[in-house]
């Protein structure tokens, strides 16, 4: 059985330093909770942190996508890594965005759910394929660029491969869920 005690507590003033801390006061309001775990662990890398929160920031909420697709791309990576943190988190970013219930149920099924707008059906299948192979076929390529431009196509590359990045972070690290 996978132990589910975080491998690294989250830290505090002393761990995090003045900068990290007030960030992670801020990023935790915004997120609705007095501590999003998440930045009060990542936090405790000093600078790093702060470069890693420019990056993911210049894709969500930063990018060129819209929001909604963003989180589509988002919650779906989430469900595929089966990781709880990203989903709750997620979740409710993604109501503010248009994910509704309803949605969330489709995401869970995936591309082949009945519902889905072309658009949307390329945009999960290039999401699906990219967490399972880290590849796109060709058709998917194809039909991902009937949809978007050329920025926006790096772009859901650079967002699913983060996103899914930070599962992985999030579930070797065993950091957990806010309250």
Known sequence: MVSTRPRIAPGRLR????????VWQALSRAA??????????????????????????RLMPGGKLRRYESELVILRVAHLRQCEYETDHHIRLGRR?????????????????????????????????????RDLDDATWQSLADHYDERRLIEI???????????????????????
């Open 15 to 22: 761990e995090l330093g003045p900068v990290n801390w007030v």
């Open 32 to 57: 609705g909770t007095e501590d999003a775990h998440l930045f009060s662990t990542l936090g405790r890398t000093g600078g790093l942190f702060r470069g890693w929160l420019h990056f993911s920031g």
């Open 97 to 133: 965005a248009g994910v509704t219930a309803e949605i969330l149920d489709r995401l869970r099924e995936g591309p082949a759910a009945t519902g889905w707008s072309a658009k949307e059906r390329a945009l999960l299948t290039a999401v699906d394929q990219l967490v399972t192979t």
């Open 157 to 179: 590359v650079l967002l699913t491969n983060q996103y899914e990045g930070l599962a992985s972070t999030i579930t070797a690290l065993r950091i957990q869920t806010d309250h």
